[in-house]
């Protein structure tokens, strides 16, 4: 029996220890992805991190604007976070300066330094009264303000290894970003509660419809210096949320990823952070990876030299080179092949290229923001995706939501594409019914706000008089049409759940339990699916089987 090189063995199991770090950090960056609250900042960090860390306290410190002193924002215990009353830190105090100035983990050990000078942050001491006696501290690294420090107490020394270095490291700019998110989310409830007591928010305020030439249906807020929105439109609490954060990302020079639906307005999100940051006087440049063939995507991208390949006629100058000092938007970067996946992060890192056919290395400065409907996270797992690109672009993540979840904003998007609509056309303006309305609020939109302006200009386009009384939508049942609200039939979920059991069970013959059975196809036990077929009241005579 041919025995393994004990050199081979050392490799293959650096390599699986390796493999199972990059799992076990994109299973925790995904955990942090979509937290906006300090609780399930807690939940993570009690749940997730202090198993695999051993820390015994985990806290985060963020500096005011000015940047002269700093606040504890979390801390793992309740009761010393009171304790410390918000209590603020000199930044120049020896523990958060000397974090933020290294690239590295800061370890300082309580046990045996001085720390009887007068600089001695408050939280510091009480945690070595606490026992504590060794403090790891790793920057947050984020923003150009605002930097931020964890802080990791440990009572037992040395408790981290590189292993978990590596991890905290690589942890480190999603956790900064999951600390922005929360302090957006309470910003914005501020907001709101400001707005609500001043009355701004009453369902009786006059709404004012602006034109633009573009528009995603999306509405900026109302406050001071709140930017160029132009296209936006809404008022909803999800929108709001959107546009938060692009006061929050814009001026940055960060990328970003917007996440949603098709139709949600991706494309016009990229365009008001393109205008509310220092390029907003150059051409934002656009791609659409998936409209582009495969074989011309590289030539898009960096450009190609006269005679490079069959077709290449004269030089053309890629869209990396166009965007140099300005925004590229990469519009359904999901598509992106895996080949050009990789050629893509090499220029995002090293801001440097060759075009086909060239010798010449071209240096560009070029803030990217990328857009996909995919579930890029699940792409990752499934090899579809490289993980690096997928960090590399998620620095700034926006969800933008689907018109289902914020129909607040029909009436106002209707309002806004029907005005947009009669003004080119020159037609007089039209109005809907309420019946129409009614119905417009009961359909769930799965085209979203494209489909919302499509309908609205056919409606249009098909209407007798002064008044829309009828629009159509798809239904999955063959009815194209809706009307009227008592057309509009919506079925309970018992009602659902009934025929669905009915219709897997005639699917297996009638047949119940077993290997071929209905309990299997619907993922539960036999005796639960009976137990809901007498709840739903199912019987023997309402299986029609057929045994030929």
């Known amino acids: 029996m041919q025995q393994q090189n004990p050199g081979t063995d050392a490799i293959l199991k650096a390599m699986q220890e390796r493999e199972k770090e990059q799992l076990q950090l994109l299973s925790l960056s995904n955990s942090l992805v979509n937290i906006s609250s300090i609780a399930d900042l807690s939940a993570i960090v009690q749940q997730r991190l202090k198993p695999v860390a051993g820390f015994d306290n985990f806290i985060v410190a963020v500096t005011d604007e000015h940047e002269k002193q700093y606040s504890i924002f979390y801390h793992d215990n309740d009761k010393t976070l009171s304790e410390l009353n918000h209590a603020l830190h000199e930044v120049t105090d020896g523990y958060f300066n000397t974090a933020l100035n290294s690239a590295e983990p800061v370890t300082f050990d309580l046990l045996n330094s001085n720390n009887k000078r007068n600089n001695v942050p408050f939280f510091i001491q009480k945690a070595q009264q606490a026992g504590i006696r060794e403090v790891i501290a790793i920057p947050l690294h984020y923003h150009k303000h605002n930097p931020t420090i964890l802080f990791l107490f440990f009572k037992k020394p040395q408790s981290l290894n590189r292993t978990l270095i590596r991890l905290l490291k690589g942890l480190s700019f999603q956790l900064a970003i999951t600390v922005s998110n929360i302090l957006v989310t309470l910003k914005i409830e501020k907001h709101l509660k400001t707005l609500q007591h001043s009355g701004a928010l009453s369902n009786t305020a006059p709404i004012q419809i602006q034109q633009h ?65 220092a390029q907003k006087n150059k051409t934002m440049i656009k791609v659409n990876c998936a409209a582009i063939p495969v074989n011309l995507i590289e030539s898009e991208l960096f450009g190609h030299e006269k005679g490079s390949f069959t077709g290449a006629t004269e030089r053309r100058i890629g869209k990396f080179e166009l965007a140099h000092n300005s925004t590229l938007f990469l519009d359904e970067i999901g598509e992106l092949p895996l080949e050009m996946q990789t050629k893509l992060l090499r220029v995002l890192q090293e801001k440097e290229f060759e075009p086909i056919g060239s010798k010449n290395t071209i240096k560009v400065n070029v803030r990217i923001i990328a857009a996909t409907n995919r579930d890029l ?19 700034f993540p926006i969800l933008i939501p689907p018109l289902r979840n914020r129909k607040e904003d029909i009436p106002l998007l209707s309002a806004h594409f029907i005005n947009e609509y009669c003004s080119k056309t020159q037609k007089k303006t039209i109005t809907l019914s309420a019946k129409v309305n009614e119905a417009m609020m009961l359909y769930s939109w799965p085209g979203n706000v494209r489909e919302l302006k499509h309908s609205i200009e056919r409606s249009i386009l098909l209407a007798t008089g002064p008044t829309i009384k009828k629009m159509h939508f798809p239904e999955n049942n063959g009815n194209n049409s809706i009307q009227n609200t008592e057309e509009h039939h919506i079925k309970s979920l018992e009602q659902v759940e009934r025929e669905h059991i009915l219709k897997v069970i005639k699917l297996c013959n009638g047949r119940i339990s077993g290997p071929n059975g209905a309990a299997l196809k619907l993922g539960m036990p036999s005796t639960t699916l009976i137990s809901k077929m007498q709840k739903l009241g199912i019987q023997k005579g309402h299986l029609v089987v057929n045994r030929e």
């Open 213 to 277: 030439e573009v528009s995603c249906g999306l509405d900026s807020m109302d406050e001071k210096n709140s930017g160029n929105f132009s296209g936006i439109i809404g008022k909803s609490q999800e929108i709001q949320k959107v546009i938060t954060l692009i006061n929050q990302v814009a001026a940055s020079d960060s990328g970003v990823l917007l996440l949603g639906e098709s139709g949600t307005g991706k494309e016009v999100i990229a365009h008001a952070i393109h205008m509310n940051s």
């Open 377 to 395: 996270q699940q792409e990752v797992t499934e090899g579809k995706f490289r993980s690096d690109l997928f960090y590399r672009l998620n620095i």
